[in-house]
């Protein structure tokens, strides 16, 4: 299982560090973009143009970059698993509700899908973390 979590760490650790690098320092060109997927709602492009145009897509890759980087380090890859968690699904309801591309959608579930075997080897301890027993309701 340990040489597993390495393989799936360093796997999506170079996917989110390239998308992010992508987002934050290469040039978008819608047309080699749109070109890349015919099977894609025209919604999507539109979508995507309009996160561009506003500069999340920044904001966006800033947290893929950095996100890829803690998975690299064995001291902050469960952090950056955590956090990547918010950032993969917001990635595949995108696809799923907005490209409908289902490319896209088994990508992003299968990214999803390993991060979550990187957190449920850690379960106790973030059970620990984030589900603390408390004595009163609030």
Known sequence: MKVARYIIRF?????????????LFLPYHP???????????PKFFEFYDFL?????LYFVGFFQLLN???????RTYLLGAVMMVPLML??????????????FVVYDGTMFLLNT??????????????LKPQTSLI
């Open 11 to 23: 796997l999506l650790a170079f996917i989110f560090v390239y998308a992010g690098i992508e987002k």
């Open 52 to 56: 561009m145009g506003t500069g999340y």
């Open 90 to 103: 917001c990635l595949l309801m995108t696809h799923v509700f907005i490209s409908r591309y289902i490319g």
């Open 68 to 74: 890829g980087i803690l998975l690299i380090f064995k």
């Open 31 to 41: 047309s080699v973009f749109k070109s890349d997927v015919e099977m894609t709602d």
């Open 117 to 130: 075997v990187l957190l449920v080897s850690h379960y106790k301890e973030l059970r620990g973390t984030f």
